[in-house]
């Protein structure tokens, strides 16, 4: 993957007022520029995009600012997260990932076609498509890294458990073009659930979600001789950070009031994908690790 912008960008960092001209690492070497509302972030995001008009803008929360041993924020797709302890995932530990992540795969084209899924054509033969549902529905570990294009419901993700500190992630990524974007000049791959996820899945839709992938993929343990995972890390997209206390941010009563789980995580009575995923996941476990 290719650090966003040969340029410096345009964003805000900690402690300053307004615009500065900062580079991708030194974005990620910063603190957060704290907002104190939802109108602040937005009105902020609103600058960012006005001045960093090569890129299309995605949103992620979190409930932390995760740094990699160089001091840097790193954002990795679950595959490649290792625990607090350790600083690298081990060569066996991918291995393992990739091997539960065939037979996910395999489990859940098996139940879109006993259940009759509308797009199970083009799952069978898209291996992304496959793994962004198994991503979105957190059934296994996979290559691609949930986002947003929603800032409201990035920020109501990353309040929820944050305590007095939550984070949104601005990263900047080429222009959407369609269910699947690729463009070789950044190395990435850009997935829109809404395009990919059958009619009655409910959650795609309600988060606006996204997947961001490295491209070409990242398809096996074998492909660590090519890549350091410092490359796989999406930290390198990475436009702005901002941090807020989501006990101040939110106005209950106001026009943007946060988007509780319940709603972030339709169950299966609202939701079909989610007893598919359900079945997905109960297949896997009954395979050998």
Not at 45 to 59: C, T, Y
């Amino acid at each position: 993957m290719e650090i966003i912008g040969s340029q410096r960008l345009l964003t805000f960092s900690e402690g300053s007022e307004g615009v500065r001209a900062l580079t991708c690492t030194a974005v990620r070497k910063s603190g957060a520029h704290h907002v104190r509302s939802f109108m602040d972030l937005a009105t902020k995001v609103a600058e960012l995009q006005f001045r960093n008009r090569d890129f299309f803008l995605m949103f992620r929360g979190q409930h932390s600012d995760h740094r990699n041993r160089s001091g840097h924020t790193s954002m990795q797709p679950s595959l490649l997260r290792a625990g607090e302890s350790t600083a690298m995932v081990a060569r066996s530990v991918i291995d393992r990932r990739f091997r539960r992540l065939a037979v996910a795969e395999r489990a859940l084209v098996a139940e879109y076609r006993r259940r009759g899924m509308l797009g199970r054509d083009r799952l069978e033969r898209q291996r992304i498509l496959r793994w962004a549902i198994l991503q979105h529905y957190e059934i296994c570990e996979t290559p691609l890294l949930d986002v947003t294009q929603s800032l409201r419901i990035a920020a109501s993700f990353a309040s929820h458990k944050a305590g007095d500190r939550a984070h949104l992630m601005v990263l900047g990524i080429p222009r959407v073009s369609g269910a699947v974007t690729a463009s070789a000049e950044a190395g990435l791959q850009i997935v829109c659930l809404a395009s990919v996820c059958p009619p009655t899945a409910v959650r795609p839709h309600i988060q606006e979600g996204y997947l961001l992938g490295e491209y070409p993929d990242f398809s096996s343990p074998d492909q660590q001789l090519f890549y350091s995972q410092a490359e796989m890390d999406f930290g390198r997209r990475l436009i702005a950070k901002f941090c807020f206390d989501p006990g101040e941010f939110w106005d209950p009563h106001g026009n943007f009031p946060r988007v509780e789980a319940s709603a972030l995580y339709p169950d299966s009575t609202q939701d079909p994908m989610d007893a598919l995923a359900e079945a997905v996941t109960s297949a896997i476990a009954q395979q050998p690790s």
